[in-house]
Structure formats: C-alpha cells, structure tokens
C-alpha cells in the first residue's frame, strides 16, 4: 500500500503547486465545452455539405489563424502579461460560442456562419495557445516540469472523453444549440482561474520590435542542437498522425454505415487511450534515450492507424484507435517536454510558438489533402497512407539524429 502511494504522488507530483491546481481544473472544464461543440460541429459540416471536404476545410480555417499570427503571439507573450493575454483569447472564443449558438437557435446557419466563426475562434487561440505554453512551466518548479506537460496533456484528453460523450447526449436530447451553449458557458471556468492564480515571472521590458524578438526566437532554435529536428518532426507527426480524428465522421458513415453514437464511440476509445499514453509518461522519471523512444512511439502511432484504416470489425477499430490515441499523446508529450526543459523562460514564448506552429500546421495541411485524397482513393487507402507514411519519417529520423550524434541533446 506504501509503495502505491508513492508511485500515484509521484503520477500526480505536479498537483501539489496550488496555482497548477486551479489552472488544470479551469482548463479541463474548458476543453470539455471545445470538445461538446467540436463532436456537433463536425457532424453537421458534415450532414449539411455530404463532403468531407467541408471537414477538412473547416479543420484548416480553424488552424489558419495560428500559422499566420502564432510568431507575433510568441513574441508578445514574452514581453506583455500572459494572464491577460490568455483573458482575451478565452473571451473571443467564449463569444464565437454563443454567437453560434444563437444562430442554430434562430435556424439561420450556413456552412460559411461556421467556417468564419472557426477563423475567428482560430485568432483568439493563435494568441492565447503561446501565451498558455508559456505560463504553464512557470506555475510548478523545474524538476516537475516534464510530469506538469503530462499532466496537461492527461486534462486535454479527459476532456476529449468527457466532452464527446456529453456532447452526444446534448445533441441527441437537446439539439446542436445546446452544444454550443455549453462551450460558451464552459469558457467562465479558465477566465475565473486565470483571475485566481499568481503568475511570478514578468517578461523584461523590451525596446526591440517585434520583427527582431522574432527573429532571436528563430535563432535560439536554430542554433541550439536538437530544437530545430523537433520542430520538424513535430509538423510532420501532425501531418501524418492528427488527421485520422478529424474524418471519423466519414468512416463512419461510409465504412461501419452508423450514425452519431459510434463515432460518439471511437472518441471515447481514442481519448481513454490519450489518457493512459500520458499516464505512462508521468509515471516516468525523466530517461536517457528520450528522443529515440518518441521515435518508437510514433512508428507504433502509424502502424495502428494503417491497420485501423482497413478494419471492418468495430471492436477491433475501438482497440486500434485506442493505440492510436496512447500513441499520440505519448509521443507528444515526450516531445514538447524535451522542448521545455531546454528553453530559458525569456525565450519560452518565442521558441513555443514556433514550436506550437509547426505542430499546429500539419493538421489543416494534413486535414486537406486528406479530404482531397479521400473522394480520389477511398477513405481506408488515404488514411492508411498517411499512417505508413508517418513509419516512414519516424525511420527516417531516427537514422538521420544518430547518425549525426544529435540524440545526444534529446536524451
């Protein structure tokens, strides 16, 4: 019983900061809510257009704002308050909900009225998504770091069982309207939190523009050894490896010919599987080798999404994209927190919103030509192609980063 105790505090060590505390807990609720709206938005992009092209289009409208604005929001949230910045994000989020909201309830809504409002929840979070990377490591003291991402993580993909099931059930009883009610509503749990917490670190005044913070960001990461082999690989994980969620939609409907409740299913598989992959990392202490178990990790990720690609059988695809989803979050966590740990607080926004556009920019790139590749081949040879071909960057840089010694730093 002891030994069961220390092993859960050390699982959970990151809980024991108070501010990380409040700060988990109103982002959990949070991302409830974004995942409720998410689980009604993409059915009906999907059931108004009957093209999942839609689906990829509006998963890239919503991830735009973040490759066009995410550098200037790197380089503000190391010089201006990033409880503020993260205040304004929440509230132009919390607006698009509701505005949403109040267009299912007048039954005025278009595919466009969605399309817009996902850019425009997409600027809030171009801004916020730096501002919150750099935040959170200063909420919990350096050798609780990596075990604070993982725990982030494990909020993230709670949620993304949670707000699946809960939107199901709200828009199987009650309609879409709701759906994005709650996620408005959702969004005062993150704004109380941020007003809460007490943030210590304070960006040093600067007189450089904008454009040269920007461009001593670029050069820390490419001057430091390790950094810039993480940045692209964390664009071509998503790539690869993110768009298989964003088209269940079609699988579902195509392949399995069911309806909300199983594809309600396989986020649930998917996010339990999120949970325990996050769960592994936190459980460790930090090892040697770290990058190269990333590596394994995602050949694993594209193995199960081939196989997933061509499964028939629901029970077997709930096993697969539960591997998948393990997968995804071990591979990502291990990966950002090899990034925190080398950067310095002054260049933490700068060098995560680099970090964070790459990883973010995949998934509308991938989004789209997958949507595109889908009418073309078929859904189980676009996905399974992109599962192989996420074994194939895995193999490929693992034998470029020990050929060049550079495993070294991401030991």
């Given at each position: 019983m002891a030994k069961t105790v220390v092993f859960l505090r050390r699982i959970f060590r990151a809980f024991q900061?108070?501010?990380?505390?409040?700060?988990?807990?109103?982002?959990?609720?949070?991302?409830?809510?974004?995942?409720?709206?998410?689980?009604?938005?993409?059915?009906?992009?999907?059931?108004?257009?009957?093209?999942?092209?839609?689906?990829?289009?509006?998963?890239?409208?919503?991830?735009?704002?973040?490759?066009?604005?995410?550098?200037?929001?790197?380089?503000?949230?190391?010089r201006l308050d990033r409880k503020k910045m993260l205040l304004c994000s929440q509230v132009i989020q919390?607006?698009?909900?509701?505005?949403?909201?109040?267009?299912?309830?007048?039954?005025?809504v278009k595919v466009w009225h969605i399309l817009t409002l996902s850019f425009l929840v997409g600027v809030g979070q171009s801004f916020g998504g730096p501002a919150y990377s750099a935040l959170l490591p200063t909420l919990v003291g350096p050798?609780?770091?990596?075990?604070?991402?993982?725990?982030?993580?494990?909020?993230?993909?709670?949620?993304?069982?949670?707000?699946?099931?809960?939107?199901?059930?709200?828009?199987?009883?009650?309609?879409?309207?709701?759906?994005?009610?709650?996620?408005?509503?959702?969004y005062l749990a993150v704004i109380v939190s941020l007003?809460?917490?007490?943030?210590?670190?304070?960006?040093?005044?600067?007189?450089?523009?904008?454009?040269?913070?920007?461009?001593?960001?670029?050069?820390?990461?490419?001057?430091?050894?390790g950094l810039t082999a993480l940045v692209v690989l964390a664009f071509c994980t998503t790539l690869f490896g993110f768009s298989l969620s964003g088209?269940?939609?079609?699988?579902?409907?195509?392949?399995?010919?069911?309806?909300?409740?199983?594809?309600?299913?396989?986020?649930?598989?998917?996010?339990?599987?999120?949970?325990?992959?996050?769960?592994?990392?936190?459980?460790m202490e930090r090892l040697k080798g770290q990058g190269r178990i990333a590596l394994m990790t995602l050949s694993g990720l594209g193995l199960a999404t081939a196989g997933f690609a061509f499964s028939r059988w629901l029970p077997l695809s709930c096993v697969l994209i539960f591997l998948s989803g393990m997968m995804v979050m071990a591979s990502a966590s291990l990966m950002i927190?090899?990034?925190?740990?080398?950067?310095?607080?002054?260049?933490?926004?700068?060098?995560?919103?680099?970090?964070?556009?790459?990883?973010?920019?995949?998934?509308?790139?991938?989004?789209?030509?997958?949507?595109?590749?889908i009418p073309w081949w078929g859904v189980s040879k676009a996905v399974s192609g992109f599962g192989l071909a996420l074994v194939g960057v895995a193999v490929y840089f693992f034998i470029v980063l020990k050929n060049t010694g550079t495993f070294r730093k991401l030991a």
């Amino acid at each position: 019983m002891a030994k069961t105790v220390v092993f859960l505090r050390r699982i959970f060590r990151a809980f024991q900061y108070r501010d990380f505390r409040i700060m988990w807990l109103g982002a959990c609720v949070s991302t409830i809510g974004t995942f409720v709206q998410q689980f009604a938005q993409s059915w009906l992009v999907y059931d108004l257009t009957k093209d999942p092209f839609y689906l990829g289009l509006d998963l890239f409208l919503g991830q735009l704002p973040f490759m066009l604005f995410s550098l200037v929001g790197g380089v503000f949230a190391d010089r201006l308050d990033r409880k503020k910045m993260l205040l304004c994000s929440q509230v132009i989020q919390m607006v698009c909900a509701f505005a949403l909201a109040l267009l299912f309830f007048l039954h005025v809504v278009k595919v466009w009225h969605i399309l817009t409002l996902s850019f425009l929840v997409g600027v809030g979070q171009s801004f916020g998504g730096p501002a919150y990377s750099a935040l959170l490591p200063t909420l919990v003291g350096p050798e609780d770091l990596a075990n604070a991402i993982s725990m982030n993580s494990i909020q993230f993909n709670l949620a993304r069982i949670i707000g699946p099931t809960i939107g199901g059930l709200a828009y199987t009883a009650l309609g879409a309207t709701w759906c994005f009610t709650l996620n408005g509503i959702s969004y005062l749990a993150v704004i109380v939190s941020l007003v809460v917490i007490k943030v210590k670190f304070v960006p040093a005044k600067t007189q450089n523009s904008v454009m040269k913070s920007m461009h001593e960001g670029i050069r820390f990461i490419r001057e430091r050894e390790g950094l810039t082999a993480l940045v692209v690989l964390a664009f071509c994980t998503t790539l690869f490896g993110f768009s298989l969620s964003g088209f269940l939609p079609v699988i579902v409907r195509t392949i399995f010919h069911k309806g909300p409740e199983t594809y309600e299913l396989l986020l649930v598989c998917s996010g339990a599987g999120s949970i325990c992959g996050a769960l592994i990392v936190a459980a460790m202490e930090r090892l040697k080798g770290q990058g190269r178990i990333a590596l394994m990790t995602l050949s694993g990720l594209g193995l199960a999404t081939a196989g997933f690609a061509f499964s028939r059988w629901l029970p077997l695809s709930c096993v697969l994209i539960f591997l998948s989803g393990m997968m995804v979050m071990a591979s990502a966590s291990l990966m950002i927190s090899l990034v925190q740990l080398i950067v310095a607080d002054s260049m933490r926004g700068r060098v995560m919103s680099v970090y964070n556009l790459a990883f973010r920019a995949g998934i509308p790139l991938g989004a789209l030509v997958m949507g595109k590749m889908i009418p073309w081949w078929g859904v189980s040879k676009a996905v399974s192609g992109f599962g192989l071909a996420l074994v194939g960057v895995a193999v490929y840089f693992f034998i470029v980063l020990k050929n060049t010694g550079t495993f070294r730093k991401l030991a």
